[in-house]
């Protein structure tokens, strides 16, 4: 049996779709599409249930997805094994992040790092979602949670600390904040699904709910755009909102939360050389970025 064709099965039954597992893997959906089909042949059955919205697994897809990601794993970690015995610098690191991390930390340590090493080529994923670094979905993860994976190598960073900001049109409108369970009397801007600001918050005495969000997106950058648009108060780093003029700190004297920042790799890539030297500068980077925040803890 083609080897390829069983990647191609792990990566449509991951992905969910074609069109994803194409833009996850770098393939084309006909030549997905082909590999499949060929596989069903080789195997006398259907693996996937085609509808418009994507596939899903038939049961004898479901006995064959467990065996084909085992091969799958242990092809990425044959691979890592070879990469971490690879001294030079010369290649691309593939980090992955969460959208604010994403979009407004990683760009200026990205950036000093493009500096001091210039053959590194790197690629950014900005998003929520818990990537696969046994897989090599990306080499590094910065983490805002500590990883739950075994087989990765963690250090924890630091913390993040988390302020609650405003405009000034809003707080012209509302009123500023005497201490932090005036939250509870404002609109607030949070996330949909995700309950990671009301833990900060409860974890500070303030019982906030749901419904005092006014405004709910599970995507952090929209979030902030609506603070910052004067719709009502956001939370975000410290290190993020002092250093945007359109918005004020409401509460500058204390942190309304802090959340831990967690740097990742696969043990085998930690070892190649570009790699190391990305998750070194990274580490200190963050470091700085923690050690210059103003709010006490």
């Not at 950036?111 to 090493?117: C, E, G, I, N, Y």
């Not at 080499?139 to 000034?168: E, F, S, W």
Request: glycine share 8%; net charge negative.
């Amino acid at each position: 049996m083609d080897w390829s064709l069983l990647q191609s099965f792990a990566a449509v039954a991951q992905h969910g779709s074609l069109t994803a597992a194409a833009q996850a893997t770098g393939a084309t959906q006909p030549t997905l599409s082909r590999h499949i089909s060929v596989l069903e042949q080789q195997l006398g059955t259907r693996l996937f249930e085609r509808s418009k919205t994507g596939v899903t697994l038939t049961d004898p897809g479901f006995r064959l997805v467990e065996h084909a990601r085992d091969m799958a794993d242990a092809a990425h970690k044959l691979t890592m094994a070879h990469e971490g015995q690879n001294d030079g610098l010369t290649g691309t690191v593939r980090i992955t992040a969460s959208q604010i991390m994403a979009t407004y930390i990683l760009p200026d340590l990205v950036t000093a790092l493009h500096l001091k090493h210039p053959e590194i080529a790197f690629e950014i994923v900005a998003s929520d979602e818990t990537n696969n670094l046994s897989r090599r979905e990306a080499d590094i993860a910065v983490r805002m949670y500590r990883p739950t994976q075994n087989d990765v190598v963690a250090q924890h960073v630091g913390d993040m600390l988390i302020g609650a900001y405003a405009t000034p049109a809003y707080i012209q409108r509302n009123g500023g904040l005497a201490e932090p369970q005036d939250l509870l009397h404002h609109s607030l801007v949070g996330y949909d699904r995700s309950t990671q600001i009301l833990d900060g918050l409860r974890e500070r005495g303030i019982e906030a709910t749901r419904d005092h969000f006014k405004f709910r997106s599970d995507d952090q950058v929209v979030c902030w755009q609506m603070v910052r648009a004067g719709f009502g108060v956001g939370f975000n780093q410290i290190a993020i909102g002092d250093a945007d003029t359109t918005v004020i700190n409401l509460i500058p004297s204390q942190n309304v939360a802090s959340i831990p920042v967690w740097l990742t790799a696969h043990p085998e890539v930690r070892n190649t050389a570009r790699i190391r030297k990305v998750v070194d500068g990274l580490r200190d980077g963050l470091k700085s970025v923690i050690q210059m925040q103003k709010a006490d803890p």
